[in-house]
Every structure is written in structure tokens, then in C-alpha cells.
């Protein structure tokens, strides 16, 4: 008994879907009405990081490279090797002083797993929590 229903509710279902025209266009939906949501982006979707400087501490590094050798090489200019040297140090710094300030947060389905605190004060808490 249950099964013949579900068969003639099967059937039935077939049918329409062999009646319907196959023109994919929604008539009942204008064509400058927004998409529905299933097409919009997700505001939770990561976006492509920007550079915001034109040199990086690893542009930085080879440049203080190649300055040292030069001044390797050019015995006249003993004070270009040690202003690459210096360029070097300063890039090295810079690379830990990034990695240590950017924190990558983590992210499950979508949406970040623990916000950022929103003021100093609880920034100092949540620091003495640690």
C-alpha cells in the first residue's frame, strides 16, 4: 500500500518534470533583480592580500647582498660591504618584527574561531589569561 503511493507520487513527479518547458530563464524573476543568495560571495570568504610597500624585507636583503659583494670586490669602497651588511641586519629584523605581529587568524567553515579582543583592556586580559 505505502509503496504503491510512493510509486504513483514518483511517477507523478516524473511527469511534471517532462511537462515543464526547458528554457532555463525564470520568467517571474526581472532580469535586474538582485541573485539569489546561493550565488552572492560569502562575507567570510578571504580576500587576496594587498602589498602596501613597494620593497620587501626580502627585496631588502638581496639589495644589502649585492651591495656587500660589491663592496668585497671594490676594495676602494671597504664601507659599501659593511653598509650591506647593516642593510642585511636591518631586512633580517624586519622579517621577525612582521612574523611576529601577524597573526593568521584561524578560520572553521567560514567564520573565525576566536575574535579579536576589542579594546586595550581586554587585550591586557586576555595577555594575563595566557
Do not use: C
Request: hydrophobic letters at 40%.
Amino acid at each position: 500500500m505505502m509503496k504503491d503511493r510512493y510509486e504513483q507520487e514518483i511517477e507523478q513527479l516524473l511527469s511534471e518534470l517532462d511537462s515543464e518547458p526547458t528554457d532555463t530563464a525564470n520568467p517571474s524573476r526581472p532580469a535586474d533583480s538582485a541573485p539569489p543568495l546561493d550565488d552572492q560571495p560569502s562575507p567570510f570568504t578571504p580576500r587576496p592580500k594587498q602589498a602596501r610597500l613597494p620593497i620587501s624585507p626580502v627585496k631588502l636583503a638581496i639589495a644589502g647582498a649585492v651591495l656587500a659583494v660589491a663592496g668585497l670586490l671594490l676594495p676602494i669602497l671597504k664601507w659599501l660591504s659593511l653598509a650591506g651588511l647593516g642593510i642585511m641586519v636591518a631586512a633580517v629584523v624586519w622579517m621577525v618584527i612582521r612574523r611576529m605581529g601577524t597573526q593568521q587568524p584561524s578560520y572553521w567553515r567560514g567564520r573565525r574561531v576566536d575574535e579579536p579582543p576589542q579594546g586595550t583592556w581586554q587585550r591586557f586580559r586576555r595577555w594575563l589569561s595566557k
